[in-house]
């Protein structure tokens, strides 16, 4: 069974409940009120006969015949009939039963008490009879029978006509509330089938539109990272085939004797193999991060031993630029545990696009502070800067501010770097402005 018909069925068994409910319950308590009402007309009709009726005989033989006139109580029961039961007793003012009716029967003498719960009956100021209710109910008419038989029939149409209004509101809101799952659903299978395009229209700010709000965001970021693999795809083959092309190029000189082997020529032979052994590494430690197989070796370490370590590897390459390299640490800054390697990794690939992106006669900071619960490290230069609408993009894999630049780095560098540092439990962000320099900076946990 469908959402829609089970949804359907559920609004309409709980409206036929509610409905039949509230019938049964106008219904019993229609009847009641309605009985109530014929009780006390009856018995004030009752003692005006009965009172009339006395007062033209001066007793009370042969009050029946005036009171059946009046249709106050019911008829002689033919031979074999069942007797209808009667709703009133009379009584002389000796307590005699002049008409029996309940549990009071002809010629019994009924306890003052029991008459003090009946009505008088009194003619010119003296009492001259009792009316008891026997707790029976009212005699009807037929006047009074058909308005009960029209007020049930009023109760039947409007139950009838509210299943159908909660029938109709039943498939309205159900189709209401299946519609959006449908597009989700014909949106899921399209999805599946490749096509990432995909975005579902929000009818409304329930838990539906929040489910589509959330798959309208998974399809567009499944789009995106299609085109990140894509372009990181394209972007490694890139990288592979300038290596690739000159190695091959001088293989094939030196086989066919076109080319004599130099020291130089297979110099740069070793770059281009160098070269792409680190693009290697590079995936390889990607790959690792993603299936949670990089493994770190920590150590407990002083901030600034980390720092000085990395600037010492590029203090040389820092003097040739004419760069100024310095490390700034506050002191008694909190031991951190981490992989030295690994972090030296992330350091030193932060500190080589410093370099490569300040200018002569620039400045390169390794700064270490403490944070609230932990450190921060940083790599201040005073460079040309990243552009903002790059900054947001610049932690993704192979991705690159300027796509025509093709120099001897993979573009995987600050995505590995992002990953090392997730792994110890970090965070990695940057800061920068158009001509202001840049701001790296790592968070680790104390």
Not at 270 to 294: K, N
Request: net charge negative; aromatic share 4%.
């Amino acid at each position: 069974m469908k959402l829609t018909h089970k949804l359907t069925l559920a609004f309409l068994l709980v409206s036929l409940l509610a409905i039949g409910l509230a019938a049964i319950v106008v219904q019993n308590v229609t009847s009641a009120q309605f009985n109530n009402y014929l009780l006390e007309q009856q018995r004030e009709q009752f003692l005006r006969v009965a009172a009339e009726y006395y007062a033209e005989n001066g007793n009370w033989r042969g009050v029946e015949i005036p009171l059946q006139a009046a249709q106050l109580l019911p008829p002689p029961p033919q031979p074999g009939q069942i007797p209808v039961p009667q709703p009133f007793s009379l009584t002389g003012r000796d307590g005699r039963v002049i008409i029996p009716g309940g549990g009071f029967e002809r010629e019994q003498i009924i306890l003052p008490n029991v008459l003090g719960r009946g009505t008088p009956i009194e003619v010119d100021g003296l009492t001259v009879g009792y009316l008891l209710s026997t707790g029976a109910p009212p005699a009807q008419r037929a006047i009074e029978e058909q308005y009960l038989e029209r007020v049930n029939l009023s109760l039947l149409a409007a139950a009838l006509g509210g299943v159908v209004l909660a029938l109709v509101l039943g498939l309205f809101v159900a189709s209401t509330l299946t519609r959006p799952l449908r597009e989700l659903t014909g949106a899921t299978r399209a999805l599946a089938r490749g096509d990432l395009q995909q975005q579902v229209t929000v009818h409304a700010a329930d838990e539906i539109g929040e489910l589509t709000q959330a798959f309208n965001q998974m399809s567009a970021d499944l789009a995106q990272a299609q085109q990140a693999r894509k372009q990181m795809t394209a972007d490694i083959a890139h990288d592979l085939r300038n290596p690739l092309t000159v190695l091959g190029g001088y293989l094939e000189s030196l086989a066919d004797g076109k080319l004599k082997p130099t020291p130089e020529r297979f110099a740069v032979m070793q770059v281009e193999v160098t070269h792409l052994q680190r693009l290697v590494d590079d995936l390889r430690t990607l790959s690792l991060a993603d299936t949670g197989e990089l493994r770190l070796r920590k150590e407990t370490l002083r901030v600034v031993d980390l720092l000085e370590r990395v600037a010492d590897s590029y203090r040389n390459q820092a003097e040739a630029q004419s760069i100024r390299l310095e490390v700034q640490a506050q002191a008694n800054l909190a031991e951190i545990a981490l992989d030295p390697a690994r972090m030296e990794q992330v350091l030193g690939n932060l500190v080589s696009n410093a370099l490569r992106y300040t200018s002569e006669g620039g400045e390169i900071q390794l700064n270490g502070r403490q944070a609230e619960g932990g450190v921060i490290l940083e790599i201040v230069d005073n460079g040309s800067g990243i552009s903002p609408e790059i900054v947001p993009h610049i932690f993704e894999r192979s991705f690159r501010g300027d796509s025509s630049r093709s120099g001897d780095e993979s573009g995987l560098g600050l995505a590995i770097a992002k990953s090392i540092v997730e792994l110890h439990g970090g965070k990695i962000g940057v800061e920068s402005q158009i001509g202001n320099g840049c701001n790296f900076w790592i968070m680790l946990p104390a």
